[in-house]
């Protein structure tokens, strides 16, 4: 089946920590995305990237990396200098190039800064 | 700019109810407009869309309409269960930069038997 896979479902870590949530899919998509989700609020977008080897910032980058070397992996690094790292991670994907195109949600990742 | 309002929550509705979630958005072009549905502890599943104005998207008894003329995409459904019981969200899609959503911040349905 395709989709898009997202581990761990549940990641502890301690603060100063820095920590990488994995994103795979399997559907051919050429665009990938990272949200973030805290309790009561919507999406806000993190990072995308529309093509191998190439990302763009979104509205909150700060304190967080990316890398895209394959078209199925778009790994978020959250580093210690992301201030509030405790939130809800949600990977998508997409094809790229029509605004009709709908992104495709992973299970997400619940990240938990002790 | 690109932006998404939607009705806040939380709604509670008896099954059988009617529901509307209302939703409006500002944008440049002419955007796509969907509606997600999220679960507790899961990501986000599409529900339906519509790519141009006067369509109407439909899936599982809901409906939304995609109304230019008032910048509106309202989700509407006849008769709700308790396992519509979610959060729904409203999005937009511009053609360009990296097909970007916007969304709305949510809206929390529970519906009570």
């Known amino acids: 089946d395709g989709g898009i896979t997202q581990s761990p479902k549940y990641l502890f870590r301690k603060e100063g920590q820095n920590v990488t949530l994995s994103c795979e899919q399997n559907l051919n998509h050429d665009a990938m995305y990272w949200y973030r989700q805290d309790p009561g609020q919507g999406l806000r977008l993190i990072y995308y990237?529309?093509?191998?080897?190439?990302?763009q910032k979104g509205d909150i980058a700060e304190g967080y990396s990316v890398s895209r070397e394959k078209k199925e992996s778009f790994p978020l690094t959250v580093t210690s200098a992301q201030k509030n790292p405790t939130a809800f991670y949600l990977c998508a994907s997409s094809i790229y190039g029509y605004s009709g195109n709908e992104q495709f949600f992973g299970p997400g990742t619940r990240l938990t800064v002790l | 700019g690109n932006s998404v309002t939607q009705m806040e929550g939380p709604v509670t509705l008896s099954e059988e109810a009617f529901l509307t979630i209302n939703c409006t958005y500002t944008a440049t072009g002419y955007p796509s407009l969907f509606w997600y549905v999220q679960y507790p502890g899961e990501g986000l599943q599409l529900l339906l869309k519509?790519?141009?104005?006067?369509d109407k998207g439909s899936n599982k008894g809901f409906e939304a309409t995609y109304r230019k003329e008032t910048t509106s995409f309202h989700l509407e459904k006849g008769s709700v269960q308790v396992s519509d019981s979610a959060v729904y969200f409203c999005?937009?899609?511009?053609?360009?930069?990296?097909?970007?959503?916007?969304f709305g911040t949510g809206t929390s349905l529970t519906v009570i038997p």
């Open positions: 519509a790519t141009k104005a006067d």
């Open positions: 990237s529309q093509i191998v080897n190439d990302f």
């Open positions: 999005a937009l899609s511009t053609a360009g930069t990296g097909n970007q959503f916007y």
